[in-house]
């Protein structure tokens, strides 16, 4: 890709209509008008510079190009019913190298529901992990390194920093955590353990 073409990639962060983060590709402005034309959505495919359909059926809901990433809403139609809470099974960090305790140890789904959004994602980045799915925006940070992972997730804390409205931090903070997300798994730790310190410290301040 030429200077030009790369100035134009955003992260692409795709929703469900729920608010739960499915997945994190890559968009140019050909394929964010391409996914407004067409009422379905497209991305930027990293390796070889071509814009590509979305895979799997979905409606696509809404999308939005913010300052600095592309966020869809999309509505899956072969989406499975939501299972119930008893019936859901409990995260797998079996390949992990680390040892993990359960997030709702500290936050249970009916009290902090985000406990359960952040074992979700935190599932999801570590999938990513193990299969580097092409054209995922996790698998071009995964493969940039740790070093290119500690600097975007600085980056994303002075966008924090500097954002001047309650909505603009709103946004930036969830990129901060997603980011912070990534940077734990890549040196094999979980966001439990960070649950864990703070609890220590809770416990014993």
Known sequence: MNGEQM????PLVIRTQQGKIKDVCLMNQKSYTKSIEQNRLWFLHRDTGRVLPYEGEHVLLDIKSQRSWFEAVIAD?????EL??????APSYANSGSAH??????????NFPGGLILTNLESIIRERLQTMPEGSYTSHLFSSGPEKIRKKTGEE?????LADTPERMLYEAADLVYHLMVLLVSED?????????LQHRHLNG
């Open 7 to 10: 100035q134009e990639i955003k």
């Open 77 to 81: 139609t072969d989406a499975r019913p």
């Open 84 to 89: 119930e809470e008893h019936d859901k099974p």
């Open 101 to 110: 305790t359960p997030a709702d140890t500290y936050f249970d789904g009916e």
């Open 157 to 161: 804390a002075i966008e924090l920093l």
């Open 189 to 197: 730790l979980s966001f439990d353990q960070v649950l864990a310190e």
